[in-house]
T-cell receptor, first 114, second 110 residues
Framework: NAGVTQTPKFQVLKTGQSMTLQCAQD?????MYWYRQDPGMGLRLIYY???????DKGEVPNGYNVSRLNKREFSLRLESAAPSQTSVYFC?????????????FGPGTRLTVL | LAKTTQPISMDSYEGQEVNITCSHN???????ITWYQQFPSQGPRFIIQ???TKVTNEVASLFIPADRKSSTLSLPRVSLSDTAVYYC???????????FGSGTKLNVKP
């Protein structure tokens, strides 16, 4: 099992360019998440998808859109990148049941916006 | 959404027991307490989760007092490879929003 995979690993964009970050999981999890982590900071939730077909905003959704393509895949799109979006982006998934919510994280995408 | 307070950093030596305390005064009745570990250039990794009293697994123990306003992650006999940032999260399992905070940077010295 690969767990959670993310592509690309690194990306440099110019201000105003667009791109999509891809995430896939092979653990048959229902829930998926996108976080960003700025230097020296904790992770902040951008969007999440509790189950296939649903998405919802997290703490910092402005400037981003998401698509839950199917149960395995959850993509994050930057329509017009800004320097403030320079960060490391992590995708995660979990199989949430009534008492337990262990999230599994991917390796991250390091994004620089010039 | 209950937020947490942790020490910014801690130092320890190999072989020692390390206890990291987290304060969460506004914890709600249905909130669980979860700890994650993050190494540089990697995503966080789940360590342990609990609701009350004590939980133990193969890597750590989690102590939660009766009022649940704080919790303590205990790492027995740390090694250099335990050098990482440790995050305490509080959130209910009916919600998908977790507040990671800045975490505690643990530095284990030889």
């Amino acid at each position: 099992n690969a767990g959670v995979t993310q592509t690309p690993k690194f990306q440099v964009l110019k201000t105003g360019q667009s791109m999509t970050l891809q995430c896939a999981q092979d653990m048959n999890h229902n829930s998926m998440y996108w976080y960003r982590q700025d230097p020296g900071m904790g992770l902040r939730l951008i969007y999440y998808s509790a189950s296939e077909g649903t998405t919802d905003k997290g703490e910092v959704p402005n400037g981003y859109n998401v698509s839950r393509l199917n149960k395995r895949e959850f993509s994050l799109r930057l329509e017009s990148a800004a320097p403030s979006q320079t960060s490391v982006y992590f995708c995660a998934s979990s199989e949430r049941d009534r008492d337990y919510n262990e999230q599994f994280f991917g390796p991250g995408t390091r994004l620089t916006v010039l | 959404l209950a937020k947490t307070t942790q020490p910014i950093s801690m130092d320890s030596y190999e072989g020692q027991e390390v206890n990291i305390t987290c304060s969460h005064n506004n914890i709600a009745t249905n909130d669980y307490i979860t700890w994650y570990q993050q190494f540089p250039s990697q995503g966080p990794r789940f360590i342990i989760q609990g609701y009350k009293t004590k939980v133990t697994n193969e890597v750590a123990s989690l102590f939660i007092p009766a009022d649940r306003k704080s919790s303590t992650l205990s790492l027995p006999r740390v090694s250099l490879s335990d050098t990482a940032v440790y995050y305490c999260l509080v959130g209910g399992n009916n919600f998908n929003k977790f507040y990671f905070g800045s975490g505690t940077k643990l530095n284990v010295k030889p």
